[in-house]
């Protein structure tokens, strides 16, 4: 990291009579290390003699490298000067407190979109056209240009497009692909399609026959699909979808299977089976090729002290075992967020492939988790400490911070153009009760409806003004 000081090599000194600036460098970190940012940038403020200790290189690059991995990001040409704006995106995040907002409508007004998916700076949206048929629409949010999936190969018409762009169950993304999951008509065929995210050009499209019975979970790593088959009872069977060859193929049948992960660099499948039977519960770990080669298993016992997991709502029917299985990846890092036994909890399950070890992390909900709020989703995980939720029972948007297990709450503030649309589409708006989906990465957070959506950006060095929107007007409060 440019700027880097060694905490060794750093000498603090300062007058005995102040507790703090008298401490051990290596014993202030320890304190500092559960402070937020924007704390340590206040304590700046106190004294002169605060303000040479806050400033020093080795607590400026000790906090900017822990907020880094905060937000998931790699310590390589970040700059200790720019650590200000890394702590104002932390906080941002950590608080519900975006660098800006904007409202962005639909284009081709009501109904909004059936699927959204933020990925790469770049917001992808699906729509079913009057026609009966489907368009998956791109806005490019550095630009603010708008383009289509292309509809065909090569300048040949492919029969399947169409279809495949039409009932669209799951969107998926990467820096480089987009894949769309879709039902056929009849329902009993499944197809997969692989996208250039920058030529918006079909690279290829699968067809997964006699899958009726099948209720399909996908998560994309890189070039790697991962599709899990959810039957009504185990086993679940996973296949690897490697869309630089284009080979699809089965790996094996897991029963309970409730994480998994791809190293697409080793080739490598991490996936967990868990035995909520057993007290207390029994997890094995096994690690596959990407040809289907069993190449280790691993069993230990899951700790969870005070808890317990709600097996019924876990497994009690098809329903269940399939929405249950949303995993969500971040680099080396693979999630999946389980119900509790009380209501308002849940268990996010959490896998390092770098250190390879399996965690465990409960967060506790303001309002009872009601089922259809982790299909649509009504949650989504910014980064792997924040997850942020839309609570529909108290109107306002609940975040879950993962690193120090706290919940806040941000309320809901329309912008004036949302609700003057809203009321011409359905005569009056009931506040906010039409917010259907959530989504976002570390940069930014959205919350869509029939009319538009909200654009919360954090990253205080992406905050772009797009096309159709203008500055964000408040709603007057009653």
Not at 232 to 238: A, F, K, Y
Not at 311 to 322: A, D, F, P, T
Not at 362 to 369: E, K, L, T, V
Request: charged share 25%; aromatic share 10%; net charge negative.
């Amino acid at each position: 990291m440019a700027g880097h000081v060694s905490a060794q090599s750093s000498q603090v000194r300062l007058k005995n009579d102040d507790i703090v600036c008298s401490l051990p460098l290596e014993l202030l970190l320890n304190v500092i290390e559960y402070l937020d940012p924007a704390d340590v940038v206040r304590n700046r403020r106190v004294s002169k003699r605060w303000r040479s200790l806050f400033s020093s290189d080795a607590i400026t690059t000790f906090v900017l490298r822990q907020t880094l991995a905060f937000l998931n990001l790699e310590e390589k040409d970040v700059a200790a000067a720019d650590a200000i704006a890394y702590f104002r995106w932390r906080h941002g995040l950590q608080c519900g407190q975006p660098v800006k907002k904007i409202f962005l409508p639909w284009r081709e007004g009501p109904p909004g979109p059936t699927k959204v998916l933020y990925r790469s700076r770049r917001l992808v949206y699906s729509k079913q056209e009057n026609s009966g048929g489907g368009i998956v629409e791109i806005l490019d949010l550095e630009t603010g240009k708008r383009s289509n999936l292309a509809h065909q190969q090569s300048g040949e018409p492919n029969d399947w497009t169409d279809e495949a762009l039409s009932g669209i169950m799951q969107l998926l993304g990467s820096d480089r692909y987009i894949v769309t999951i879709s039902i056929e008509a009849s329902g009993r065929s499944s197809y997969l399609t692989a996208w250039d995210i920058h030529t918006k050009q079909l690279c290829t499209l699968r067809e997964i026959p006699d899958s009726y019975f099948y209720f399909v979970r996908a998560s994309m790593t890189k070039d790697k699909v991962i599709i899990v088959h959810v039957e009504n009872r185990p086993p679940d069977i996973v296949y690897i979808w490697d869309l630089t060859s284009n080979n699809y193929r089965k790996i094996s049948s897991f029963s309970n299977l409730l994480l998994w992960h791809v190293d697409p660099e080793e080739n490598i499948l991490v996936a967990f089976e868990i035995d909520w039977d057993a007290n207390p519960p029994e997890v094995k770990q096994t690690k596959w090729t990407l040809t289907g080669l069993l190449l280790d298993t691993r069993c230990f016992s899951l700790s969870l002290p005070g808890h317990h997991v709600d097996k019924i709502r876990l497994e009690g029917s098809w329903y269940h075992r399939w929405h249950y299985r949303r995993v969500v990846t971040f680099d080396n890092k693979a999630l999946n967020r389980l119900p509790c036994g009380k209501e308002g909890d849940t268990i996010d399950l959490i896998y390092d492939g770098t250190i390879d070890k399996l965690t465990v992390r409960w967060s506790d909900c303001s309002q009872p988790i009601i089922v259809y709020e982790l299909i649509e989703p009504f949650y989504v995980h910014l980064t792997p400490h924040i997850a942020y939720r839309w609570n529909p029972v108290n109107k306002r948007v609940e975040i879950f911070n993962g690193a120090n297990q706290t919940t806040a709450m941000r309320p809901y503030i329309w912008d004036i153009r949302e609700v003057n649309a809203g009321r011409s589409f359905h005569d009056e708006v009931e506040e906010s009760d039409e917010i259907d989906k959530a989504f976002g990465d570390r940069e930014v957070f959205g919350l869509a409806t029939d009319i538009g959506i909200q654009l919360w950006f954090f990253n205080p060095n992406f905050a772009p003004d797009l096309p159709g929107t203008g500055p964000f007007i408040e709603m007057p409060r009653e």
